[in-house]
């Protein structure tokens, strides 16, 4: 077992913040554990494949970000031109403004960022090959192939440009928090139970609130909000498990914050 400890940074950091020392004790001691987790070879795949996703999607916004401009004259008309819509919900304009910006900033990204992937794969100077495990891993679904696919033609263009060595720690972090979340998905996954007697009872103290709604699509809403709701509620009750395997309480206690 590893020492978990506070960098010198971190406890600065969180001065004053003792719940949220705690929690990034409990969490390097999650990451220790998951780790040293023996993983079946799809279940591997599938945590390459997340993994080089988040990597990617990284490297492009890092190219895509500075190439977004949204001027305030632009804010301005659209809030404008929605003044209606944001007085009928009370949104004052200082909201108002973020949500426009964030709207504009968000759809003009995407255009640049889908342009700059088109670049790429335009200019690549290798074929991508798949092997059988990556097709296996795919299960001929064909956004998670062309996804695969994408991800590899833009990871070895991020490599040519040195992009590994230059942001090492930023992508030592996505591959740490995606192996922590992956790992506590999976603790808890086989865990959830939803029955059709706890979907019923809501939809049926709730009817008024789902309207027209057809009742498969209220009762996929419902069981879907369960899932997510027990699932916060068994990782919770893993943080307390490994927090106390690790002795957590005692670790901050020995931190001046």
Do not use: H, W
Request: net charge negative.
């Amino acid at each position: 077992m590893s020492e978990i400890i506070l960098t010198q940074e971190e406890q600065e950091n969180l001065k004053g913040k003792k719940e949220e020392a705690c929690q990034l004790l409990t969490n390097k001691a999650i990451l220790e554990k998951a780790k040293t987790a023996e993983l079946a070879p799809m279940e591997k795949k599938e945590l390459d494949y997340i993994t080089e996703t988040e990597k990617a999607k990284f490297y492009v916004s890092r190219f895509v970000r500075p190439k977004v401009n949204v001027s305030e004259n632009e804010i301005v008309e659209v809030y404008n031109a929605n003044k209606a819509v944001f007085d009928n919900q009370n949104i004052q304009f200082a909201q108002a403004r973020e949500n426009v910006y964030s709207q504009l900033f968000n759809n003009r990204a995407a255009q640049i960022e889908a342009d700059y992937v088109k670049e790429i794969v335009d200019n690549m100077e290798k074929d991508v090959v798949l092997t059988r495990e990556d097709l296996q891993f795919t299960r001929g679904n064909s956004d998670v192939m062309k996804t695969f696919v994408i991800n590899k033609v833009i990871l070895e263009n991020a490599k040519k440009n040195k992009f590994e060595i230059e942001e090492k720690d930023n992508l030592t972090l996505i591959e740490n928090n995606v192996l922590l979340n992956y790992y506590a998905d999976r603790s808890v996954k086989d865990k959830i139970r939803i029955s059709q007697q706890e979907i019923e009872k809501i939809y049926n103290e709730n009817k008024e609130n789902f309207g027209q709604t057809p009742v498969d699509v209220a009762y996929n809403q419902i069981g879907n909000a369960l899932v997510g709701e027990k699932a916060t509620q068994l990782k919770q009750e893993l943080s307390k498990e490994v927090a106390k395997e690790y002795n957590i309480d005692a670790k901050l206690a020995k931190y001046s914050l």
